[in-house]
């Protein structure tokens, strides 16, 4: 599937303006501003400027929460957008409710006791943002993440993502069998998206810390529908081809 680009001169806007870009934009105002982020259940609470509050929106880590102060912004962020600014970023602090600053390890185990599969979800959210992919959550879609090549103003998304643990375990509990795989191939064809399926292989390191994740590998696989009508058109053509070839 072709990128779908909305309007012309959005992906000429996209080119001049890449998101690794726009990402070390938000990298520098968060560590300037020394941001910290307030844990709450499975999201971080972080309070936000005039610059931090366009930087997120442009970069599409988290969502806006509307409140009665003007002057500042609250954003939401999942678990994973947290993380990987805490992590892999090292531009945010992770805050309790008691007011102490976690450390990454602490924040890690936090985030596993919050939903058991964050080390698999992880690795593939921050596979694609490491690719400069615009990452968000695929719920709506029955999927895990949805990703976008570029901002969303700009083009639609691409693909609808979900993460699985490679190997037989209690974590894949999905697409285990046909019916599974076909109803979310056709849900993803019906909103113009290809399923991708990032298989995460953990290389036996276990979860015990953040620096597994090193070690852990990610095995990309997009699922399509068959479609009768071009396989057709591919077998006249293939057949035109070897006609012409024989004259």
Known sequence: MKPRWKGKGSEAKASADP?????????????????????????????????????????????????????????????????YLCFSLECLKGIGKDGSIKSNKELWEYSKSEKP?????????????????????????????????????????????????????????????????????????????TLLVLFVDSNSQGTSSPSCLEHYTVEEETITRWNPEQSREDQTSLRNQTNLGTI
């Not at 870009?21 to 938000?26: F, M, R």
């Open 117 to 193: 599969a964050f080390p698999i979800s992880y690795k593939a959210y921050s596979h694609l943002r490491h690719k400069n992919w615009v990452v968000r959550s695929g719920l709506q879609y029955g999927v895990d993440f949805i990703a976008y090549r570029h901002l969303p103003a700009l083009i639609h998304s691409e693909y609808a993502v979900l993460a699985l643990s490679k190997g037989d375990n209690e974590l894949n509990g999905r697409l285990r069998v046909w019916s599974d795989v076909h109803c979310t191939v056709r849900l993803c064809g019906s909103v113009a998206k």
């Open 19 to 83: 998101m690794s870009k726009i990402v070390s934009q938000l990298h520098s105002s968060l560590i300037r501003s020394v941001a910290r982020g307030l844990l709450l259940s499975r999201n971080v609470l972080i309070e936000a400027d005039a610059e931090l509050s366009y930087l997120f929106n442009r970069t599409r880590f988290g969502r806006s929460r509307i409140t009665s102060q003007e002057e500042k912004q609250w954003f939401q962020l999942d678990m994973e957008e947290a993380f």
